[in-house]
């Protein structure tokens, strides 16, 4: 089975609306898709190493652009429904001093997310919750989410071939370390 979900997503990958697929899961991913891009951009770019750096571009604008839904999502569910909450508990004082300490580590928090696979999708929303600056928000993704795809494009365009090989040769751990990283990722959003 796993054999077969991997030739179907090479296929994919080779599809000519491939571009399309990728910017859609990229920029869904910011904002509330669990599914990281990488499941398409890896196995289109080894299907087509030369378009490594259009590959990486695509996901990296559709990510920002999701980011931005995720960051609206945040301001627009604060002010309209979190923040009366709040201060109908008394609370909103604290939520002042939360969002000041975010803030003042932003710029830490999205890159962290953006780069690793952490979700990007929980930071985004709480940029916008907690009112990080826009611009700061918008930089940082673009340095992010440049990082990592880009760096995925580049090992991936330099060493295609060999990866190619081994990732067919090791189908199985690849995809254990995946879920592994995938799962990591979501425990570590629920637990810190």
Same mark, same amino acid.
């Given at each position: 089975?796993?054999?077969?979900?991997?030739?179907?997503?090479?296929?994919?990958?080779?599809?000519?609306?491939? &571009?399309?697929?990728?910017?859609?899961?990229? $920029?869904? #991913? =910011?904002s509330f898709? %669990? *599914?990281?891009?990488?499941?398409?951009?890896?196995?289109?770019i080894?299907?087509?190493?030369?378009?490594?750096?259009l590959?990486?571009?695509?996901?990296?604008?559709?990510?920002?652009?999701?980011?931005? &839904?995720?960051?609206?999502?945040?301001?627009? $569910?604060? #002010? =309209?429904?979190?923040? %009366? *909450?709040?201060?109908?508990m008394?609370?909103?004082?604290?939520?002042?001093?939360?969002?000041?300490?975010?803030?003042?580590?932003?710029?830490?928090?999205?890159?962290?997310?953006?780069?690793?696979?952490?979700?990007?999708?929980?930071?985004?929303?709480?940029s916008?919750?907690?009112?990080?600056?826009?611009?700061?928000?918008?930089?940082?993704?673009?340095?992010?989410?440049?990082?990592?795809?880009?760096?995925?494009?580049?090992?991936l365009?330099g060493?295609?071939e060999?990866?190619?090989?081994?990732?067919?040769k090791?189908?199985?751990?690849?995809?254990?370390?995946?879920?592994?990283?995938?799962?990591?990722?979501f425990?570590?959003?629920?637990?810190?």
């Amino acid at each position: 089975m796993l054999r077969s979900l991997y030739d179907w997503t090479i296929r994919l990958a080779e599809h000519p609306h491939a &571009l399309w697929a990728l910017a859609i899961v990229a $920029f869904a #991913e =910011s904002s509330f898709f %669990p *599914i990281p891009p990488d499941v398409l951009m890896i196995p289109m770019i080894i299907a087509r190493p030369s378009r490594a750096w259009l590959i990486a571009s695509v996901a990296l604008v559709a990510s920002v652009l999701g980011g931005l &839904l995720g960051y609206a999502i945040g301001a627009f $569910f604060y #002010e =309209s429904i979190g923040q %009366p *909450i709040l201060e109908s508990m008394g609370k909103a004082q604290a939520m002042e001093q939360f969002n000041t300490k975010f803030n003042d580590f932003g710029f830490w928090a999205v890159l962290g997310a953006g780069i690793t696979p952490f979700p990007y999708k929980v930071i985004t929303i709480m940029s916008g919750w907690t009112g990080m600056p826009l611009g700061t928000f918008i930089a940082t993704s673009i340095l992010a989410r440049s990082l990592r795809f880009f760096i995925v494009a580049g090992l991936l365009w330099g060493f295609g071939e060999p990866i190619r090989a081994f990732i067919e040769k090791r189908l199985g751990l690849m995809f254990t370390l995946f879920v592994i990283l995938l799962f990591g990722g979501f425990l570590a959003v629920r637990y810190l």
